[in-house]
């Protein structure tokens, strides 16, 4: 079996990459290795699926291709990421990253056919939704990003409903593990508190998340992979971790493992955040496992 990751070298493709090719798939990995955080960081995170014979790394802009590889399984994970940055001259790249390299690559396979196209969207689709957030609900996006997650997400809908094609959409909440990208929280935190540096909270810590641990991701990927067609395409799921924590907690439980008290600075908060997000994940549960 070949599947394609795109943003293979990136936070959460790069562990998908390295499941695929533990249950001996073929992997076309595709990457531009933009600079939106240092190149010597994703280039560490695929250092040693490189290893495999068994993987074809491309490292190009999606949007610059012409044609893609021939494959029966698509995790489409590369996407202009974060909230804050997403706003004013930015959103270009937002819209063609993460709108338009997702509509050509669903145009490309509505010609090839494929198995399965599982898309990586996100809670941020969400925007400040009754908790725990449904996937029957209304969505209302309060950042740019997210309305670029939730566009690409009608997309999927639109190419299976009208020519087949099988998406899935999984909303991921709040991801980390140790290839988490610099700017999110928890690396952030982490780094400042054991550089005996100052933490940067925006708000007053009292906002909560639901993190999810990215080996459940990468297992959410797996099991939209193996589910039956007829469940699952033209569907969105979301995969959280089953519970929230306040970011202020969060810090106190960093400053208890590392030993190190931590300094904190509270600042306004910052457009397009969200209050609090948790996850229902009964449907996913129901129909992936």
């Not at 925007?127 to 999927?156: F, I, N, W």
């Not at 590392?258 to 457009?271: F, G, M, S």
Request: charged share 25%; proline share 4%.
């Amino acid at each position: 079996m070949r599947a394609l990751v795109t943003g293979c070298a990136g936070f959460i493709g790069s562990h998908i990459t390295d499941r695929l090719l533990a249950m001996d798939y073929e992997v076309i990995g595709i990457d531009c290795f933009r600079d939106n955080y240092p190149k010597k960081i994703k280039k560490e995170n695929i250092r040693e699926a490189l290893q495999s014979d068994r993987i074809q790394l491309i490292e190009r802009d999606l949007s610059e291709l012409s044609e893609y590889p021939a494959v029966e399984y698509i995790f489409h994970s590369a996407a202009q990421a974060g909230v804050r940055a997403s706003w004013g001259d930015s959103y270009a790249t937002y819209t063609r990253d993460n709108i338009e390299v997702t509509q050509k690559l669903l145009e490309y396979y509505k010609e090839n056919p494929i198995r399965r196209f599982i898309y990586a969207s996100s809670s941020s689709v969400y925007g400040d939704a009754p908790l725990p957030m449904q996937e029957e609900e209304r969505v209302q996006p309060v950042s740019p990003y997210g309305v670029t997650k939730l566009a690409a997400e009608h997309l999927c809908y639109l190419y299976w409903k009208n020519y087949n094609v099988p998406t899935v959409s999984l909303r991921y909440f709040t991801v980390f593990d140790p290839r988490q990208r610099p700017d999110m929280g928890i690396c952030r935190f982490l780094n400042a508190v054991l550089a005996e540096e100052e933490i940067t909270v925006y708000g007053d810590g009292t906002q909560t998340r639901n993190f999810t641990y990215v080996d459940d991701i990468v297992q959410a990927n797996i099991c939209a992979m193996k589910a039956p067609s007829q469940s699952v395409t033209g569907q969105v799921f979301n995969i959280g971790g089953g519970n929230r924590i306040p970011v202020n907690e969060l810090i106190f439980l960093i400053g208890t493992i590392t030993a190190k008290k931590p300094r904190v600075r509270y600042d306004n908060t910052q457009k397009g955040d969200v209050r609090d997000t948790c996850a229902d994940v009964s449907k996913a549960g129901k129909f992936l496992g």
